[in-house]
């Protein structure tokens, strides 16, 4: 069974906007990846590492996966499954992708 999906234009915003909002600080996108997944086919995922210092001299990192939906709303994907061996099976069908200066999604 084949399907196809086209992303649009306000989740092409959404996203290039919410990268775009924070680039003051190298560190908040380290190993900034969009992803796909087949079970969610209508939104796009941006994944990255982010880093804090802590007041204790530490260092904190964040693992983040924010969801673009269809209509440009951003939400914490993780937010949605109670515990890591669901956050974990979820992200096991993620599939790397790149989104081009014209917005249209390009295997990596």
Do not use: H, W
């Amino acid at each position: 069974m084949r399907k196809e999906i086209k992303f649009s234009k306000e989740q092409i915003q959404a996203i290039y906007n919410y990268i775009n909002s924070n680039r003051s600080s190298s560190s908040n996108y380290e190993n900034l990846k969009f992803l796909y997944n087949p079970n969610t086919p209508k939104d796009i995922y941006a994944k990255y590492v982010s880093y804090e210092l802590m007041d204790d001299n530490g260092i904190m990192s964040n693992v983040n996966v924010m969801c673009v939906k269809p209509n440009g709303a951003i939400s914490n994907c993780y937010d949605q499954f109670d515990d890591l061996k669901q956050r974990m099976a979820f992200a096991g069908d993620f599939i790397e992708i790149d989104l081009d200066s014209k917005g249209k999604m390009v295997f990596v």
